[in-house]
């Protein structure tokens, strides 16, 4: 569907016609001085376990400058889902990483081509690996209230006036689109247009939905369905009620500690499940058009 990388080769694999990587090889430098970062930050993903995923080239910087890690894993069909998978929008919720690249490791081993995944790790380097990580970037900006408000909703920043009683840790910024890690995001799904974006956070425990064009999992592992609306200028408040592309948001147990690699590895069998549920019920729906 998109592009797909060799280990120091590059195979363009554009089967929609929308974007295509660079042939270079991947900046070997740029890629290793951030796995040695989020290695040395993060006691569950070693330096060897980020560098093994061959990310791509880097073509996203965050506010500070850090590189922003991506990785595509092509379908061998063009009629396959496409999954926008994005990890460490707050850069205090250590687990939503750590998880995120556990199940990269994953699909890095056992990619079948049934569907296409475009991964996004750590969509806040800034906020991860200063030495005290915080929830917002290098700017002091809640990426997660910077994006283009819905229609009908209150403007971002007015709303953290008025409701959030201007809580530094919720600042959506002076205007939607302010800060560089929300326009990459911004730019992926028009460029991607993906059938469905997954973000991972943490603490509360829950798994929430936004949309409903697709019908939800009601459970990913330990994880029950409670869906809990959107705020103005989040990213599941712009992807769905602005692009219409249901938003998937996986909120881990807890912001500091992994969970169990036994419901690591259950989330990810119920969700590539779910998946392919919702492909094929697609494809039925395909099928029975006149």
């Known amino acids: 569907m998109r592009f797909f990388f060799l280990f120091m080769t590059l195979l363009i694999s554009s089967t929609c016609g929308v974007w295509a990587a660079s042939e270079s090889s991947p900046d070997i430098t740029n890629v290793q001085l951030i796995c040695g970062k989020i290695g040395s930050k993060l006691s569950s993903v070693t330096i060897a376990e980020c560098n093994d995923i061959l990310f791509n080239q880097p073509r996203f910087y965050s506010s ?32 939503s990483v750590s998880v995120t690249f556990k ?3 994953m699909l890095h ?21 200063q030495k005290r990580s915080s929830r917002v970037n290098k700017n002091k900006v809640d990426l997660n209230r910077n994006f283009i408000p819905a229609p ?23 205007e939607p689109l302010s800060e560089p890690e929300t326009r990459m ?17 943490a603490p509360h425990g829950i ?35 602005v692009k219409g592309i249901p ?31 919702k492909a094929k019920s697609q494809r039925a729906l395909v099928l029975k058009e006149p």
């Open 64 to 95: 500070d400058g850090l590189p922003i890690l991506e990785k595509h894993y092509a379908a061998t069909s063009e009629d396959a889902p496409r999954i926008l998978f994005i990890g460490g929008i707050h850069g205090d919720e250590y687990s």
């Open 247 to 277: 938003v998937m948001t996986i909120e881990l147990p807890h912001a500091g500690i992994m969970p169990t690699p036994h419901d690591v590895n259950r989330m990810w069998t119920d969700l590539v499940r779910w998946v392919d549920r």
């Open 152 to 174: 009908n909703f209150p403007e971002p920043l007015a709303h953290w006036r008025e409701r959030a009683k201007k809580r530094a840790r919720y600042y959506p910024g002076h």
């Open 185 to 201: 995001i911004h730019q992926l799904i028009d460029e991607y247009r993906p059938d469905v974006i997954i973000s991972v956070h």
């Open 103 to 105: 199940w990269l490791g």
């Open 109 to 129: 081993k056992h990619h079948s081509g049934i569907f296409d995944w475009h991964f996004i790790p750590l969509a806040n380097p800034d906020g991860l690996l």
């Open 207 to 241: 798994l929430d939905f936004d949309g409903n064009s697709l019908k939800p999992p009601r459970k990913l592992g330990p994880l029950y369905l409670r869906q809990l609306g959107t705020y103005p200028g989040s990213l599941g408040n712009y992807a769905w009620f």
